[in-house]
């Protein structure tokens, strides 16, 4: 079976997720209004920093030679490609090239709801093509973003 990307590839993702996701973060918390948003903004970019760190360290265990098991089809492999491809925060240098769009705080707040959920989904999936001793980590990581969401969502309610 010919899978369409290695462990590493999609853990490499990750990786660039979370880069886009802090330069986002940043970006937007330098220019909102409101000092409660930029103190969440800029802590959701200290956290994503940490992500990425955690997500090398991920990287650094899967190496390049492990391949998930042969359970998984083309077409599960298909659909995380998708998943990829839709994922606008998958794309290298994406997060700063929003940000500069970004017309308020509550655009930023709804691009951010988003990031968060797409990242919560796609990392559920990755989890399945890791090696086990990773799924704790990347547990971790799932939780965190949910706690990224939930601040977003209060955020927007103010």
């Known amino acids: ?7 590493s590839e999609v853990v490499q993702l990750g990786i660039q997720i979370e880069k886009n996701g802090k330069d986002f973060y ?3 918390s330098t220019i909102s209004k409101s000092d409660t948003a930029k103190k969440i903004f800029q802590y959701l970019a200290d956290e994503e920093e ?5 997500w090398e360290d991920i990287l650094s265990e899967v190496g390049e030679k492990y391949e998930p098991p042969e359970v998984y089809s083309d077409e599960y492999f298909s659909y995380l ?10 794309k290298e240098k994406k997060g ?9 705080e ?17 990392y559920s999936e990755m989890k399945k093509l890791v ?3 990773a799924h704790e980590t990347i547990d971790k990581l799932i939780h965190e973003e949910q706690k990224h969401l939930s601040q977003l969502s209060q955020l927007k309610k103010h």
Do not use: C, P, Q, W
Request: proline share 0%; glycine share 4%.
């Open 1 to 7: 079976m010919a899978n369409i990307f290695s462990a």
């Open 131 to 133: 090696l086990k001793g």
């Open 96 to 104: 700063e090239e929003l940000a500069k769009e970004v017309k308020d």
């Open 26 to 28: 940043s970006r937007v």
């Open 106 to 122: 509550m655009e930023a707040i709804e691009i951010g709801i988003d990031a968060e959920k797409d990242a919560i989904l796609f």
């Open 50 to 54: 940490k992500h990425i760190k955690v």
């Open 81 to 90: 490609r998708a998943l990829s491809e839709e994922y606008v925060f998958t």
